[in-house]
């Protein structure tokens, strides 16, 4: 079967069971027949003349780089209070951890040139989409995995090292690393933060720490909000796991590129994406 762009999008959402685009993946320039993608986490000017020269048929990114996806990405950060929520934090306390984190996307995606990876693909016709939350909801349903599998008085380090046991994040250069908390802490409740458009930063993890979470699992964390939590919580049974973020976004992507291959589309792996392969 030769597959259209809509058809890979569709692909993606079939793998986690979703009916609707997520408000952070598009296309961007599309196309009837691809046959060959480049396919990478970070795809932008440099890579669409990169793969418009060597012929691909697509340029599959992960990250939005522009159009909708960048300028209205705020939505998929509901999924930020959802996650809370189901944790237990109540509903006012979520939206305000998350408050200051809308704001900065909005602005973010306001003020970007939302136009100029886009432009550039449309300037060579070079067929354009990228991929984001589905993709992440796979990594996240990983973790999930990881986390319900271990013993019901696992430690923190033991959690660590199975996420360490994941095939992408065992070949990545980063390891599974404890921003808080110590190795031999009580996994307790674990939250996997992730698949909601970005890291929750020190509100969000706060917001599971004062309602019973012990455990928080992020992809990513900025030192800032690091520094934040350990004055706060200073590790005394509070954790928070942080697995790498080019690692843990090719944990979905690995997935999505094989079920693309499983339909025959040929895929070369680049920026990050090569990772596990
Ligand atoms: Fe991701
Ligand atoms: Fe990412």
Do not use: K
């Not at 408000?23 to 793969?51: F, K």
């Not at 136009?115 to 693909?121: E, G, V």
């Not at 019973?212 to 590790?235: C, F, K, M, P």
């Amino acid at each position: 079967m030769v597959l259209s762009t809509e058809d890979i999008m569709q692909i993606s959402l079939d793998l986690v069971g979703w009916d609707e685009v997520p408000a952070d993946s598009g296309i961007h320039v599309r196309a009837d027949a691809v046959e060959t993608a480049l396919v990478g986490i970070d795809l932008e000017s440099p890579e669409i003349q990169l793969a418009e020269r060597e012929g691909y048929d697509l340029v599959l990114a992960h990250h939005p780089p522009g159009g909708d996806p960048r300028v209205n990405f705020a939505p998929v950060l509901d999924r930020q209070v959802e996650f809370m929520t189901a944790h237990g934090v109540p509903e006012e306390r979520a939206e305000a951890a998350v408050a200051d984190l809308r704001s900065r996307m909005e602005h973010a995606g306001h003020s970007a040139n939302y136009r100029h990876d886009p432009s550039i693909a449309e300037h060579l016709d070079q067929p354009y989409m990228n991929v984001h939350l589905a993709p992440d909801e796979i990594g996240r349903r990983r973790f999930r995995e990881v986390a319900d599998e271990l013993a019901d008085d696992a430690t923190v380090g033991e959690f660590a090292d199975a996420l360490d046991e994941i095939p992408e994040i065992e070949e990545a250069l980063t390891d599974a690393e404890l921003r808080l908390g110590h190795r031999d802490n009580d996994l307790g409740e674990v939250a996997i933060h992730h698949a909601a458009g970005t890291n929750g930063g020190s509100e969000v993890a706060s917001a599971y720490f004062d309602n019973g979470v012990d455990t928080v699992l992020y992809i990513h964390i900025g030192s800032g909000d690091t520094a934040t939590l350990q004055e706060e919580y200073g590790g005394e049974g509070t954790n928070l796991v942080v697995t790498g973020h080019i690692a843990s976004d090719a944990i979905g992507v690995n997935e999505f590129i094989d079920a693309l291959e499983a339909e025959g589309l040929e895929c070369d792996t680049v920026s990050g994406c090569d990772i596990g392969r």
